[in-house]
């Protein structure tokens, strides 16, 4: 199975940025849509954003314009770029690979969180 490994999660003050990476061993990776989800304490884990191979993206509106999602698929990486972070992201961001109906493959998790 895909193995998928999150990093770049951290503390950071309202009005700050991080950058979040996922990164995958397996050359299934590169065909699949790549997502970012998030799931706070007590609530159920949302959608945030993907990207599809060919670069196309998707966006939850509670982050469009402040998020950036980016591939690269010779490096087999996803990334998620946070500006302007806000207190209501501070939550664990989850790196999501769907290949096929039978392939969707989730990393253990990063820690976001967002001070006032």
């Known amino acids: 199975q895909v193995q998928l490994v999150e990093s770049g999660g951290g503390l950071v003050q309202a009005g700050g940025s991080l950058r979040l990476s996922c990164a995958a061993s397996e050359t299934v990776f590169r065909i699949g849509i790549l997502g970012w989800y998030r799931q706070a304490p007590g609530k159920q884990r949302e959608f945030v954003a993907n990207?599809?191979?060919?670069?196309?993206?998707n966006y939850a509106g509670s982050v469009k314009g402040r998020f950036t999602i980016s591939r690269d698929n010779a490096k087999k990486m996803v990334d998620l770029k946070m500006d302007s972070l806000k207190p209501e992201d501070t939550t664990v961001f989850y790196c999501n690979l769907r290949a096929s109906s039978s392939t969707n493959s989730w990393g253990q998790g990063t820690q976001v969180t967002v001070s006032s």
């Open positions: 990207i599809a191979v060919r670069g196309t993206t």
